[in-house]
């Protein structure tokens, strides 16, 4: 079978989780195909999206941090295009507390040249929009506590309808914009 973007759409999945799901293996070494593959790439790469999406533009450019970040992720894509542990260099980033929001935005910005994976989003959502979706999230949690399984359904088809998609994970549920609202 041949996998095509439009299959791929067809699936539900974002193309770009395929490409995601490439860019964690080597490309000397034989690409495992499966769909648990696939999701598994795609929830990682929601989840990676909305987290830089939580990050929230702040302070000047710190030129020091910047550099150090992007020397260590042209080293490591500079070792036989190895994206797997330039991938690992955007967790690091991620993770480190001492690079203030602004220096971590342009970095990903930079990084996302390389990677085409779209982490920072063009569509930023308004802060009613995001209450407005929090809250729908937090309705359709207690309908489930309540066991109103009909209730929390028509939250989810409702938000859907607008364009957004819930994605229940152990830490709870996230969501991913599919269209402009």
Known sequence: AILTISSLIKMGYDPLAF??????????KQL???????????DTLNKLRNKISNILA???????KFKIYNDKFIKEISQDL????ALSVLYELLKDNDVNSNTKLKLISEFDKVFSLNLIS???IDDSLKEYIESKIEERK???INKDFDK??????????????????REGTTYIIKKEV
């Open 58 to 64: 702040d302070g000047d450019i710190d030129e020091n």
């Open 19 to 28: 490409r995601f799901m490439c860019l964690n293996s080597h490309y000397r």
């Open 32 to 42: 495992v195909y499966s769909e648990s593959n696939l999701k598994q790439a795609s």
């Open 122 to 124: 063009k569509n930023e």
């Open 142 to 144: 207690q309908a489930k």
């Open 152 to 169: 929390a359904d028509s939250i989810r088809e409702e938000l859907l309808s607008r364009g957004i998609e819930l994605k229940d994970t």
């Open 82 to 85: 190895n994206t797997a542990n």
